[in-house]
């Protein structure tokens, strides 16, 4: 008689898939990691395929075990659901969205309010950087993925799996405090004997490649000198808005400041036009997913 699926593996094999490492996977699913690898052995051998490549380090799936991981999550998704609508549990429609920092702190709160204005929602906000959340969303640990998009840097996804739309359009651009400004010390592209000062994203983050682009493209050569480094632009801003130094912010980050006085210190030759999109993976059709989805469908701006 052949094995039974257990949909502990199902779990089992998404955790892994998601970490990329199978300690860190068994630790997260409360295993030692003999019988985590056991239960990814019976997975497999209940499919007749290999999901992960053992031949390789770092942890690695193989193309089977790409192909078979978004099942994987949509058959965990079909069960839940079935089990909530049988048993009338829970009350709200629950949906796991995957947002940048810059994202969450700024347009959220008020897309929340559309979101569930109608119906009663529940969501997971998963916030985190390029990388993992795009892991998240392949892996099928979020339902929906929002972030931000440029032509020079698009996201390579296979649109015959992921469906993209559009939310809005607006720009990452130079800002500084009116009253640097009003001292001179804002002008770009700046002069060797006064070099402007300026704050910049660490090495790495989304807006620090965004940022190199504008500087690399200006029609003239940056002169300024790093006084201030983060990740996070909403540190940046605050840093702008005491007159610290300038800051290349998306316009959602300083819409989302209350009494600043930032102003754009460019023509336009220092921009850089950026859309937020939302993603999601065309085999995700729960109930909850299709309602989100649609209502985002009928915003031109969020």
Known sequence: MGLSL????????????????????????????????????????????????RGVFPTRLTPQGERFKEYAGEILRRVMD?????????????????????????SLPAWWSNWSKDRNIACSIVVGNVHDMMTALVSGGVD????????????????????????????????????????????????????????????????????????????????????????MSDVLREMAIKG???????????EAASGHDLVPIDDGSWSLCISTVAIRAHVNERPAVNRLWTKLQSFTTL
């Open 6 to 53: 257990d949909i502990r593996w199902l779990q089992d094999f998404l955790t892994v898939a998601e970490t990329g490492n199978f300690t860190r996977a068994a630790e997260n699913r409360n295993a030692s990691q003999a019988a985590f690898s056991r239960r990814i052995q019976s997975l497999e051998a209940w499919l007749g395929a290999t999901l992960i490549d």
């Open 244 to 254: 610290f130094g300038i800051a290349w912010l998306p316009e959602c980050t300083v």
């Open 144 to 231: 929906i993925l929002i972030c931000f998009h440029t032509a020079q840097q698009p996201i390579q996804l296979d649109p015959a799996r992921y469906e993209r739309l559009d939310l809005k359009n607006e720009s990452i651009r130079p800002y500084a405090s009116q009253k640097l400004v009003e001292k001179g010390h804002a002008t770009l592209p700046g002069h060797p004997a006064k070099p402007l000062p300026l704050l910049m994203y660490s090495p790495g983050v989304y807006f620090a490649r965004m940022t190199e682009l504008i500087i690399d493209a200006a029609p003239q050569k940056l002169i300024g000198e790093c006084v201030i480094e983060s990740d």
């Open 82 to 106: 079935a089990r909530s609508e049988l048993t009338g549990k829970p009350t709200q429609d629950h949906i796991r969205v995957a947002v940048p920092y810059a994202i969450a702190t700024s």
